[in-house]
């Protein structure tokens, strides 16, 4: 009771505070930011649904996100630049509805959402049959599928094409209306995870032939998963058209899919206060890391980076050296030793300048950078906590309040195995198929 | 059984091809089989990597795609940097991205070797974005036109029954190149005693392990020849298109694991199948309905759901179900 007292306050104040940082600054690259966080989150915590607390690997997230774009940009742009598309899609409106613009936004934001969700069925019933893979595999298709068809000729009169749709109303763009659309989500999908359906899906995760023993209906809850997590994507999709004015299919490549998927993996996989944290970081290193990808020398830069992985590196042989119990130097010990001490006097020989070729002097841009660290950050994360931050817990006021919460019980630890693989080791091997269609 | 099928699959050819001779007529039906030929077996040298690592670690490598980049990006620069003729940049790009293939196996796979498959999933995405974007830093984000310079792509015509036939030499090297490539690989598998201990490694991994095979280094060398064979259908690909971006392997990818659905996944002779038959279907379809030209592009995704839909082991496939 305290707890749920203590967001309810914590909830309104937030929005107290974005509402006048909206009023006072709305152009700030601050509030800018705010929104952006608060709308990719409303995409990451509906593919943590699927993600996380499902087990359904969705990579398709960019490709719900276009569709639901689209439909509002559709619905609510006044479309002056249209050039290229059919008369029929130029006289979209909703201005029959009503003349007030928030309710035609949250109209068409909503139709987005639904679109997106029909199309998240179309692709998902054919593969939630099948083992994961597969779904991850059509997912992934389906998303670089539709970005494709919206730029061909066939599909330029629904979408103007490259030339993308322009003046999209930025009712939401703002940090508050965001905000409230993520703490939406956010109420929404927690009582569904809660619910009878949340749990359904989780014994699914976790063995789903045990589940269907159980007699729970895996096809229609993984169904049903799918189709709420594509229909969010479809609403952060409306929400993002907002945020930005103008899209475009370029909009929507698959990086945007990436940026989501280490927000979850990162936050914690199967936890959405830590796929919010994880949204928070990601848009934080596409901001302040921007000037790495700008035109500059490359030498100094790959000798940074080079002394960065040396200290890195030194640093987990220290820790090793201090907290094993066998202190003997062995192989692996002297390789990683080697590796780091050659990576740093190349390093301190790149950054002093004393590197003998030009082509470390010329200057030249770095654009992939950022995304290149986010991949190596999700690689590492994978190897080394697959389970994320957060892992399954949420943050909340327990984590402050009552100390014990921390500490994982057998049942919950054992809950993880899906995850962490300690389940898979027993059993043995990579031939113990964990969760597979029947 | 087999009677039966031998007689079906025959009709279904001759179905194909009086159709094909009836709509196109011979000229045009020619010049679009012998791409669709080209075509398909690009298909099939790639989704004989995705099908070979599946069958080994039971994983997707969606990275997959992206090695097919780098194999046609390194005979790019060999090319431009150390005017290589293209056969000979196709062969060292082979081997650097067979290397680089195993060395990704190493970093970023074998670590999760007992990992449960959701890990592995995220890993190899991670690994994919990775590789796309190592490639917009080193090799810069912009379209390059692939370097190679050579006699294959001048359109040359014959005649067919009085049509002429236009065509271009890699449409016939193409087919010949991958030939050549797949019966080593058959060679390679069934008669060598590395290809003996891979196949027993696929079919038992703690067997394997128990019999002293090497499971690990059986798994980097699959991932070799996986990437290798990836590499050769991207230097054929870019001599074709000429084109090469960084997310050029994105699409390529999704088709030949497709192609390996097709044929069913695991199987080399199935994924070989699946890409001729991919090739033949993107082909024929633009062929016999123009208006879905701007389609052709995202067939695969379209075949790949009904294939799921109708019959996701594939023609050759292995059973799916699940044994407790």
């Known amino acids: 009771m305290r707890n749920r007292l203590l967001w309810f306050i914590s909830i309104a104040l937030i929005g107290a505070a974005l509402l006048y940082l909206e009023r006072v600054a709305g152009g700030w690259l601050l509030a800018r930011l705010l929104s952006l966080t608060a709308i990719w989150a409303v995409a990451a915590v509906a593919l943590n649904l699927t993600n996380g607390t499902a087990g359904l690997p969705n990579l398709g997230q960019h490709g719900f996100m276009l569709v639901g774009a689209y439909v509002t940009a559709l619905l609510t742009s006044p479309k002056t630049t249209a050039f290229l598309m059919a008369p029929w899609a130029q006289s979209l409106n909703l201005n029959w509805l009503s003349q007030s613009a928030v309710v035609q936004m949250t109209v068409a934001v909503l139709a987005g959402g639904l679109v997106a969700a029909l199309f998240g069925l179309a692709v998902g019933i054919p593969s939630l049959r099948l083992r994961g893979d597969y779904l991850a595999m059509v997912t992934l298709g389906f998303g670089e599928a539709i970005r494709y068809v919206s730029a061909t000729d066939q599909g330029t009169l629904l979408t103007n094409g490259g030339l993308g749709i322009r003046g999209v109303p930025a009712v939401f763009g703002g940090p508050f209306a965001a905000y409230v659309w993520l703490v939406v989500t956010l109420w929404f999908l927690t009582r569904f995870t809660q619910s009878s359906y949340g749990r359904a899906l989780k014994s699914i995760r976790e063995d789903e032939l045990a589940a269907q023993a159980m007699g729970i209906n895996i096809a229609y809850h993984k169904v049903l998963a799918f189709g709420i997590s594509a229909a969010f994507a479809g609403i952060a999709g409306g929400l993002y058209a907002s945020w930005l004015g103008t899209i475009d299919p370029n909009t929507f490549q698959i990086f945007l899919m990436t940026y989501l998927l280490v927000a979850v993996s990162v936050g914690g996989a199967g936890s959405n206060t830590g796929a919010v944290l994880g949204t928070a970081l990601v848009v934080l290193v596409r901001q302040y890391l921007q000037p790495l990808e700008q035109s500059q020398a490359p030498g100094p830069l790959i000798g940074w980076a080079a002394l960065a992985t040396a200290a890195a590196l030194f640093l987990v042989v220290a820790a090793k050296w201090r907290f094993h119990k066998a202190k003997t130097a062995n192989r692996t010990f002297w390789r990683i030793g080697v590796i780091g001490g050659l990576l740093a006097v190349a390093g301190v020989v790149l950054v002093s300048g004393a590197a003998p070729w030009p082509w470390f002097e010329e200057p030249r841009s770095f654009v992939g950078l950022r995304n290149l660290l986010l991949g190596v950050c999700l690689l590492l994360v994978m190897i080394y906590r697959p389970l994320g931050a957060l892992g399954r817990s949420e943050f909340g006021w327990g984590l402050i309040f009552d100390r014990k919460d921390k500490e994982l019980s057998d049942t919950e630890r054992s809950r993880d195995a899906w995850l962490t693989g300690e389940g898979a080791a027993k059993k043995g091997g990579p031939e113990d198929v964990s969760h597979g269609g029947a | ?324």
């Open chain 2, 1 to 324: 059984m087999r009677g039966r099928t031998l007689i079906n699959v025959t009709v279904l050819v001759a179905l194909f091809v009086a159709a094909g001779l009836a709509v196109l007529g011979p000229g045009l039906f020619v010049q679009n089989f012998l791409s669709a030929l080209s075509m398909g077996s690009q298909y099939a040298l790639i989704a004989t990597g995705y099908s070979m690592v599946y069958g080994i670690v039971r994983l997707i490598n969606f990275a997959h795609g992206d090695v097919f980049m780098l194999g046609a990006y390194l005979a790019h620069y060999l090319i431009l940097f150390l005017n290589m003729p293209w056969w000979a940049a196709m062969l060292v790009s082979m081997a650097a991205t067979g290397l680089i293939g195993a060395g990704i196996e190493r970093v970023a796979y074998r670590p999760l070797r007992q990992a449960p498959r959701a890990s592995l999933l995220i890993t190899a995405i991670a690994v994919s974005l990775f590789l796309e974007n190592a490639a917009n830093v080193v090799f810069g984000a912009r379209n390059q036109a692939f370097s190679a310079r050579s006699g294959l792509t001048a359109s040359r015509s014959f005649e067919v029954f009085g049509e002429p036939v236009y065509y271009q030499s890699l449409l016939f090297v193409v087919p010949l190149i991958t030939l050549v490539a797949l019966v080593g690989l058959y060679v390679f598998i069934e008669r060598s005693k590395a290809g003996a201990a891979i196949r027993a490694t696929a079919q038992d991994v703690e067997m394997a392990r128990m019999l002293g095979i090497p499971v690990d280094r059986m798994i980097a060398l699959v991932f070799f020849v996986g990437s290798a064979l990836a590499a050769a259908g991207g230097v054929m690909y870019s001599l074709q298109y000429v084109q090469i971006h960084p997310l050029m392997g994105i699409l390529p990818g999704i088709k030949a694991f497709t192609a390996a659905v097709i044929g069913g996944i695991g199987s080399i002779p199935g994924a070989v199948l699946g890409g001729l038959l991919l090739g033949l279907a993107e082909t024929f379809v633009v062929a016999f309905f123009p208006g879905l030209t701007s389609f052709q592009q995202v067939f695969a995704v379209i075949v790949l759901l009904v294939i799921l839909l109708v019959r996701p082991t594939g023609i050759v496939g292995e059973d799916l179900t699940e044994k407790v």
